[in-house]
């Protein structure tokens, strides 16, 4: 008897053991099926199939690429053979191609992978031969594979086998999901389960916070390397978060499905990290880019869709958010969000209204300023990181302006202008200044730059404050180190109306060319208002600024054409007198150059005539290098970067002071402080200390109020965020 009950249970266990096997196979080919549909719902055309036959020669290489050249700066134009491979495969699989089943497809590809395997070409950039390479091949396996001759199959594998676990392109952050999900499609095709097994949780475990190193920061902005320069909405958007995205949907529902925690953390990097450093969520921020903001773009078009329907299929975590931004990218909707936010981790500040968003990018000693040139783009982005300030109302004011574009007159900038930019080994710097930052309660916010530029030692006090239909922008402490010009830039960006300007009290619409303006009160141009709010001297440019592509970029085979565009270029220029002493040593200029100037996106010409009468209700309390400070007396909002501890009024017998360092926010109902938000962007507190006019006895977590009733003033203590928070602000209400 008990005999026969081992028995019975032996075949139990071997049943089990086949039926789970047997699952996990079944499961395997599901995700396989996915991954081939998915490559396979990519229609193809036939007109370009037949001009990827007519160019493949003989031997099954293409005659219009230079395969001698396996230089970095040649882009590698390779990549087109083993990618024009995948795409007549595909079209050999799609029933509704005139090239479906052709035998003289198949036979391309046999003579065309043949060609590329007895040569097999590796590119001098690692990223041509670990994922370039790799990913068309398998793309071509997948389609085909199983059709094509076994022994090329298999020689294929080692160029394939490039994208490994252990290869130099695996570290940790975009690339690693990447190079581990090639593996995962070859251990599908392959039929290796077991290690499939490995690399899923591998790709899985990637969604984390990387706070300090490589990856996601605690702010959702990403970085990809030691630099920690902003790679949001680069590596962290194509080849982190959508390729995490990716795997996502393929493993949905079997076995191998990620954890909810890890899609709903993807969902909080998207909406909190990647949208909000889009144009409402739908199309690029150019500030954001860096070096391949001098790449030529094909069109001006939204983002796709296909990464939120991807998690909608998993979670229903922050659905409503999500589907608003599908329908903005669907053309189905009109923006509605508005929101402030500072990436305190990666020196980041962007502010949307519902009809325009802006944005602040900055450097300091904790970040570099931009990205070293690799693979020959982005060669004249040295000042990129020196407070630009791109406003964008469409998303398409600033499209392919690059190559005509002014690299020492940059949107919000502040830079001395010498003869020739340095070369290309000298764009990434090391920030020299840690008071760099924001002040925001998520919706309002300012930003202070303590700027000295690493390329030309310039100094300057930098900063912005941002409200509902306009933000103001102030300049003071200007210091160059040489007698050479020097401009700060409030914008430069693509001609799309008229220029008008009030000019000695009187309005006129400028002919095309370049003046220096003197008594300026406004400037008007493609539903943009720029206000002074003393008149001013100002130098205006609408004219077709020319120059090529090929000047802006280091890579092979770009065009050298000459091209043209209408430029508007609106700027101070601050002189090249400004160290100049006399005779006997006094500087010749009282005071270090200084600007102030309002912005008003998305109004008219007449209602930005009559709001500037009383420069839209905004104050300028204070613009020196101490103390920069702005009040809306509309909103009753005020907004304050103390370089140095100091005072302030903000109104008639209304002081602030802060003993320290430090940015303030006070939101007023009558002559009373109902909320404050204060922020430490030089990073080095605990705590600040305030001292508000009036008498508060509110009690709360994390800040003290010691009134004094006699003087009718109260100061505050409030801690401050610490660790991977240091930089984010604090709101208190009182």
């Not at 594979?145 to 080692?158: I, N, S, T």
């Not at 952050?173 to 999900?181: L, P, Y």
Request: glycine content about 8%.
């Amino acid at each position: 008897m008990n005999y026969m009950k081992k028995i019975f249970y032996l075949i139990i266990a071997l049943f089990l053991f086949s039926n789970s096997v047997f699952s996990q196979k079944s499961e395997l080919v599901i995700i396989k099926n996915r991954i081939v549909d998915e490559l396979l719902s990519n229609k193809t055309n036939d007109i370009q199939v037949e001009a990827i036959l007519s160019k493949m020669k003989d031997d099954g290489s293409f005659n219009d690429i230079n395969y001698s050249d396996l230089s970095t700066t040649a882009s590698f134009p390779h990549g087109r053979h083993t990618s024009d491979l995948a795409y007549i495969a595909k079209a050999y699989k799609n029933k509704t191609s005139a090239f479906y089943h052709s035998a003289r497809v198949k036979d391309a590809i046999i003579s065309g992978l043949n060609f590329w395997i007895k040569n097999d070409f590796v590119g001098d950039n690692w990223h041509d031969n670990q994922i370039t390479t790799p990913t068309n091949l398998m793309n071509l396996m997948l389609a085909i594979g199983d059709e094509l001759p076994a022994d090329l199959v298999k020689k294929a594998q080692p160029m394939i086998g490039r994208a490994n676990m252990n290869a130099s392109g695996a570290r940790p952050s975009g690339d690693r999901i990447v190079i581990a999900g090639i593996l995962a499609k070859n251990l599908l095709f392959l039929g290796n389960d077991k290690l499939f097994d490995s690399i899923i949780h591998i790709i899985e475990g990637e969604m984390k916070f990387a706070t300090g190193e490589r990856g996601l920061q605690q702010d959702y902005s990403f970085h990809h390397r030691p630099d920690r320069v902003n790679n949001t909405d680069s590596y962290g958007y194509g080849k982190f978060a959508n390729a995490y995205g990716e795997w996502s949907s393929y493993v949905a529902g079997t076995k191998y499905q990620f954890s909810k925690e890890k899609i709903n953390q993807l969902v909080d990097y998207y909406l909190d990290g990647i949208y909000k450093q889009m144009v409402y969520g739908v199309y690029e921020d150019v500030g954001v880019r860096n070096r391949d903001v001098t790449i030529k773009r094909d069109a001006f078009q939204p983002k796709g869709t296909l990464e939120i329907e991807r998690v909608l299929m998993s979670t229903d975590y922050r659905r409503k958010e999500l589907e608003d931004i599908l329908k903005l990218r669907k053309g189905e909707g009109t923006p509605s969000l508005s929101f402030a936010k500072f990436f305190w981790q990666s020196e980041h500040f962007v502010f949307q209204r519902p009809n325009f968003y802006t944005s602040v990018r900055m450097f300091s000693t904790r970040n570099q300023n931009m990205e070293q040139p690799y693979n020959g783009p982005g060669k004249t982005t040295h000042h990129r990181a020196d407070g630009t300030n791109y406003l964008l109302l469409k998303g398409d004011e600033y499209f392919n302006i690059w190559p005509v574009y002014d690299w020492q007159k940059i949107s919000g900038t502040t830079i001395m202008q010498k003869p020739n930019l340095p070369g290309p080994t000298e764009i990434q710097k090391e920030g020299l200044t840690n008071f760099v930052g924001a002040v925001t309660d998520g919706l309002y916010g300012a930003v202070a730059f303590d700027f000295k530029s690493p390329h030309d030692m310039l100094e300057a006090k930098k900063s912005w404050f941002f409200f509902d239909e306009e933000y103001v922008c102030l300049g003071a402490g200007i210091k160059p180190k040489k007698s050479l010009p020097v401009v700060t830039t409030i914008n430069q960006v693509l001609l799309r109306s008229d220029v008008s300007v009030m000019q000695n009290g009187e309005k006129k619409v400028l002919p095309k060319g370049n003046r220096v303006a003197e008594n300026v009160k406004w400037v008007y141009q493609d539903k943009v208002g720029y206000i002074f709010p003393e008149p001013t001297t100002v130098t205006i440019s609408n004219q077709v600024e020319t120059g090529r592509w090929s000047d802006i970029t280091d890579q092979k085979n770009i065009s050298n054409k000459l091209v043209g565009e209408e430029v508007f270029k609106l700027y101070f220029n601050h002189g090249d007198k400004i160290n100049e002493t006399d005779i006997h040593g006094k500087r010749k200029m009282e005071q270090s150059p200084s600007y102030q100037y309002i912005v008003v996106p998305n109004i008219s010409e007449q209602k930005l005539m009559e709001s500037s009468v009383d420069n839209r209700k905004i104050e300028i309390l204070s613009n020196t290098p101490d103390l920069q400070g702005v009040k809306n007396n509309s909103l009753n909002i005020v907004q304050l970067a103390f370089y140095k501890a100091g005072e302030i009024e903000i109104g008639k017998g209304q002081k602030v002071k802060m003993d320290s360092q430090g940015m303030a926010m006070l939101k007023l109902e009558g002559s009373k402080v109902k909320e404050l938000t204060v922020a430490d962007p030089s990073r080095n507190l605990s705590r600040i200390l305030l001292t508000l006019p009036a008498s508060y006895t509110t009690k709360g977590n994390g800040f003290t109020c010691l009134p004094n009733a006699k003087e009718n003033k109260t100061m505050i203590i409030v801690d401050l965020p610490q660790g991977v928070y240091l930089g984010k602000s604090i709101t208190i209400k009182l």
